[in-house]
């Protein structure tokens, strides 16, 4: 299998970025050991460690944003948008393991990981999330 690090787009983030306001590496390696099967070649998860998205300007199917209230997420959209649901910083791979908990029951044999996060629908995604915050 391909290395799921590849699937995400990750800007330096903090400490290494004076805009960034979460640790978006440390992120991105976590949620690259944890969830691996969320990170399929159908989907890019975008780890912006503010608004600005340098890493990824377009849309991405799952979007990490760092602002004063911790880290967002945005479905399928860019780090420019509102956040459907907040975590802190430190705890954003966990909400991402959620989801990607959630893909694993929820996957139909053959379907993509953004086929079924797709299904599942973004307010769904944003309820797994935030929850256990």
Known sequence: PADP???IA?????????SGNIATRAIAETIAAE????????LTLHISGCA???AHPGAAML??????NGAGLVVDGTAKALPAGYRPGYDAARGVAAIAAAVR????????A?????????AGIAELYRRNE
């Open 52 to 54: 600005k998205g340098c």
């Open 35 to 42: 969830s691996p099967e969320l990170l399929d070649t159908s």
């Open 105 to 112: 029951g929820e996957r139909h044999q053959g379907e993509t």
């Open 10 to 18: 990750a800007c330096p983030g903090t400490p290494a970025c004076a």
């Open 63 to 68: 979007t990490l944003v760092g602002d004063e």
């Open 5 to 7: 690090r590849t699937r």
């Open 114 to 122: 953004a086929a079924c996060l797709t299904r599942l629908g973004a």
